[in-house]
């Protein structure tokens, strides 16, 4: 890893950390409210796109956009599914087919550093890499270009890489945007960003759209 780039995003990290701890809680509900409105659009712009297929969320932390991706009647287009940790060790996730609103399907784990997480049991299904249509990605901080600066772990920049095929949404706040965000080799870019403020669409979104899945980057 480059030197002055990791210490960048090191200094980055920290900068947006305190951002989101910061955040006023009504505040933070009200704008994931807003946020919610523009998915909801998104949702009805590729429904055709993405039927039947998953779409693959995460729980957010408390200081992170609460987005809901099931829907009350549950009449999504989509199959719900979020990721969850396999190894710690070897930064692998999986996707699993799993709804908040039904119970049984969840377990509360502590990770390394002392955070809990909440994800789907290892009983729950896997969503096999063919069937992966969207990505939804949260993150410390996004690029306007589509660059991600993440908490460091490496977990997504993994996992997004091996399914290159489907469309990566980044989720965030309108002030964790920036033009643009240190990059290392390995690190994946955004297609899209889903922000309370409204979208902010890369050129691949477009090839997405049009063939529904992303053909260059999956050649």
């Known amino acids: 890893m480059n030197g002055p780039i990791a210490a960048e995003k090191k200094r980055l990290r920290g900068e947006f950390d305190r951002l989101l701890g910061q955040k006023d809680f009504f505040d933070l509900i009200g704008r994931s409210a807003t946020l919610r409105g523009h998915f909801e659009s998104f949702i009805e712009e590729v429904a055709s796109t993405i039927s039947g297929r998953c779409l693959v969320s ?8 609460q987005v809901q991706v099931e829907r009350e009647a549950q009449d999504e287009p989509y199959r719900v599914a979020y990721v969850r940790v396999d190894d710690w060790s070897s930064r692998s996730m999986s996707a699993r087919l799993a709804r908040r609103d039904l119970p049984g399907q969840w377990e509360d784990i502590e990770i390394p ?15 096999a890499p063919e069937q992966v249509g969207v990505i939804l990605v949260p993150g410390l901080a996004f690029g306007r270009n589509g660059s991600r600066l993440g908490r460091g772990a490496g977990f997504y920049d993994r996992y997004l890489s091996a399914h290159p095929q489907a ?25 899209i960003l889903l922000t309370d403020a409204g979208m902010v669409c890369m050129n ?16």
């Open 58 to 65: 995460f729980i957010p932390f408390s200081t992170e956009p």
């Open 113 to 127: 550093g002392g955070k809990r997480i909440f994800q789907p049991m290892d009983s729950q299904p896997r969503c």
């Open 167 to 191: 469309l990566r949404a980044g989720i965030a706040f309108s002030d964790q945007l920036l033009d643009a965000l240190p990059e290392d080799p390995h690190d994946q870019r955004m297609d």
């Open 204 to 219: 691949s979104y477009g090839e997405w759209k049009k063939h529904g899945i992303m053909k260059t980057r999956a050649t």
